[in-house]
């Protein structure tokens, strides 16, 4: 994927990923530099924080199946090779427990 794919990934955000980009403005405003749609390596992550080394994914109900579980398996491990933390929320989780969703994301801020 290319620099322009990613701000297309970026305008086109859905409505989860627009959610969670509110929920992470208060880490934001803590000084936690979160990025939308990053490149690492061959993948393109949701969120990214360099600083703590994290990743956050925001999966829809096309990740339930079989095929998509074992590539976010990979994926998963790829990141992790990288050094990263993976945390992933379903699409519902965001946009109907932004509570939850939020104290997860501190808790990990927090380790």
């Not at 405003?29 to 749609?37: I, T």
């Not at 990214?48 to 994926?75: F, M, P």
Request: with cysteine.
């Amino acid at each position: 994927m290319s620099i322009k794919r990613a701000r297309e990934l970026r305008q086109n955000a859905t409505p989860p990923e627009r959610a969670m980009w509110r929920l992470l403005k208060p880490f934001r405003d803590e000084g936690f530099h979160f990025r939308r749609q990053v490149q690492i390596g061959k993948y393109y992550v949701d969120f990214a924080c360099h600083q703590v080394k994290l990743v956050i994914e925001i999966d829809g109900d096309t990740h339930a199946s079989e095929h998509e579980i074992e590539y976010d398996k990979q994926r998963d491990e790829y990141l992790k090779s990288c050094g990263f933390e993976v945390v992933r929320f379903s699409n519902r989780d965001v946009l109907n427990n932004e509570d939850g969703v939020f104290e997860i994301v501190r808790q990990v801020l927090a380790d």
